[in-house]
Nanobody, 125 residues
Framework: QLQLVETGGGLVQPGGSLRLSCAAS????????IGWFRQAPGKVREGILC????????TWVDSVEGRFTISRDNAKNTVFLQMNSLKPEDTAAYYC??????????????????WGQGTQVTVSS
């Protein structure tokens, strides 16, 4: 059964760090692109980073450039999102998803066909 499970969210102070994990089962993550998305209250879900089969990463949101990184551990079948220098505006539910394309060519929700349940990140003092 295909499944993605996000963990690692929580409450963190501004300037702090979190590492989110996206554990996959039912398929091998090294055969697919995996994207991280986030959705703040009252806002649409947005794609923020993606990693493709060749481990090339793409950042889709300028505001996380240099602060967030995506990586993959194929042995653990897990994708990570390292978030540093967190800001209150990073507060959102974070989701990982499996993409339909070979490369990170689209940040659209419709182009990702399997989703985790999400993990909440709250950045507040």
């Amino acid at each position: 059964q295909l499944q993605l499970v996000e963990t690692g969210g929580g409450l963190v102070q501004p300037g702090g760090s979190l590492r989110l994990s996206c554990a996959a089962s039912g398929f091998n993550i090294n055969s697919f692109t995996i994207g991280w998305f986030r959705q703040a209250p009252g806002k649409v879900r947005e794609g923020i980073l993606c990693i493709d089969k060749s481990d090339t990463s793409t950042t889709w949101v300028d505001s996380v450039e240099g602060r967030f990184t995506i990586s993959r551990d194929n042995a653990k079948n897990t994708v990570f999102l390292q978030m540093n220098s967190l800001k209150p505006e990073d507060t959102a539910a974070y989701y990982c998803a499996r993409g339909r394309f070979t490369f990170c060519v689209s940040n659209q929700v419709r182009d990702f066909n399997s989703w985790g349940q999400g993990t909440q990140v709250t950045v507040s003092s």
